[in-house]
């Protein structure tokens, strides 16, 4: 700088031309940890260093680190038509709705049928008094002991889509009324001041959803939502929780711990009492695409932990994305794409699934997807270095995460915060082994320019574990 040019010149600029000349000879060092999930919510250059803007494969055990999800194992033979209902059947069977069939697992993954034809249909069901009580909206409600499926009243029960029981009681819902069976007696839908009915009429339109939560019978519309207050039939009192949250999908509200998760027209709440509250910001494009005519196909399910969501988007007709939502660090990621997941149960600590196409899976069992290996990939928001207004000069980077042995793993960059191409990256050591190492990736200057900022893709099959990513860069003088 010259003698005039430096009189001219004032110190905050004096300071910041010598800082990006100093800067553009010493190297900069950034860190990236994986402890976040997808954020689809934000601004992408808003969202936290360790979110991701997109990705699949991976679960939350391992927390903070990026670690692949388990695999599944199919249970039996495919019932080859969808699967409408999963249920267990107190704690020793699991009995499953595939098109017009009945089925249940009489030795372990031998599938047996249930006499009958039926509605081709989605169940809903409820365990109560020793019997397994099912009901579709078209069929009689029908009632299984574990060996004989029977009309549960053919003359009175109402042939309601949602079901539900309290300790005293059996629930269901027929377009807006919600009936209850008399006290203890699940076949009595008719004694005067103990069995009856109520009308949800908030809002209009049908009932959407029933479940038992926290000792209190829940009913769900798309718009409204309500809890009954007592069991006894002249104390029982059913009241507004709201009239504009509500549940759009029965299949997916599902009680974790302490917490009902469910999926609304707008958000997916958790309730715990009181208020219902927001928790999908963070997967708000997602939500954003859901296609509306299949929505009631979407489903949930849990391990006992996490929440699992199953959503159709875009143009598919069959859930085609499965997300995870982990109350305990309250992040969301994605374990996979494509599963067309319809039905979920946990049986013995066990998570069981089944599929558009009638095949059921032993979910986290393994670590392939019934013998394939599982894709992963993740891609990272866009690095500015705290001075998104100076070029930089990428140099390296280094990764550390556990990478065994038989699995593949890919690196590429992008100097662009959206869409764009990404040029890939060899990296050292490329041999898998059973414990972490660190890997050394040039990046290549003749391919990847000056930029004022950079976002990556790690991607791969098999087991892996992310751990932490460094950058190496040095800041180019700001151009004026």
């Known amino acids: 700088m010259t003698e005039e040019a430096y009189r001219t010149t004032s110190r905050s ?193 049908d009932i959407t959803g029933l479940t038992y939560f926290k000792d209190q019978v829940t009913v ?24 504009d949250i509500g549940c759009i999908s029965s299949k997916t509200i599902v009680e974790v711990g302490d917490t009902l998760f469910w999926l609304g027209q707008n958000d997916v709440y958790a309730f715990q009492g009181g208020q219902p509250i927001a928790i999908s910001q963070k997967i708000r494009s997602y939500l954003d695409s859901i296609n509306t005519t299949h929505i009631t196909k979407c489903c949930a399910f849990t391990d006992g932990i996490r929440y699992y969501l199953c959503l159709v988007t875009g143009d598919n007709t069959e859930p085609n994305i499965r997300l995870v939502y982990d ?54 928001k866009p690095y500015d270095e705290g001075l998104p207004e100076a070029e930089k000069t990428y140099l390296d980077l280094h990764l550390q995460g556990l990478f065994e042995t038989g699995t593949t793993v890919a690196l590429s960059v992008s100097t662009q915060d959206r869409n764009g191409t990404f040029e890939g990256m060899d990296f050292d050591p490329t041999t898998a082994s059973d414990y972490t190492q660190n890997r050394n990736v040039v990046i290549p200057l003749d391919t990847v320019p000056l930029a004022y900022w950079t976002r990556y893709t790690i991607s791969g099959t098999g087991p892996a574990e992310l751990q932490q990513m460094q950058r190496y860069f040095r800041y180019q003088r700001v151009q004026r």
């Open 13 to 205: 600029e004096v300071r910041t031309l010598a800082f990006y000349q100093e800067g553009n000879n010493k190297k900069k060092r950034s860190e990236t940890t994986f402890e976040g999930g997808v954020n689809t919510g934000t601004s992408l250059f808003d969202i936290g260093d360790g979110e991701t803007t997109d990705e699949y494969g991976f679960d939350t055990d391992s927390f903070p680190a990026r670690k692949v999800k388990k695999g599944r194992t199919a249970y039996g033979t495919s019932g080859a038509a969808q699967t409408n209902l999963l249920a267990h059947f107190g704690n020793t069977h699991l009995v499953r709705a595939v098109g017009t069939a009945l089925q249940y697992n009489s030795s372990g993954v031998i599938w047996t049928a249930i006499a009958g034809t039926f509605a081709d249909a989605d169940w809903d069901y409820t365990n109560y008094n020793g019997r397994l009580i099912m009901t579709n909206g078209t069929d009689e409600v029908k009632s299984w002991d574990g060996s004989t499926l029977s009309d549960l009243n053919a003359a009175d029960a109402p042939l309601g889509k949602y079901i539900t029981s309290s300790i005293n009681r059996v629930y269901i819902a027929e377009g807006s009324t919600i009936h209850f069976c008399a006290n203890n007696a699940e076949t009595d839908w008719t004694s005067a001041e103990n069995s009856g009915a109520d009308d949800f009429t908030v809002n209009g339109g």
């Open 220 to 243: 769900f519309k798309k718009n409204a939502m309500g809890v009954y207050y007592g069991n006894n039939f002249f104390t029982q009192k059913l009241a507004i929780i709201s009239n």
């Open 327 to 380: 109350p305990r660090y309250g992040v969301w990621r994605i374990p996979a794409l494509s599963e067309n997941y319809r039905q979920g149960v946990q049986l013995n600590n066990v998570v069981y699934v089944g599929d558009s196409a009638g095949q059921t899976y032993k979910e986290f069992d393994g670590t392939t997807n019934n013998g394939t290996a599982i894709s992963w990939g993740l891609t990272t």
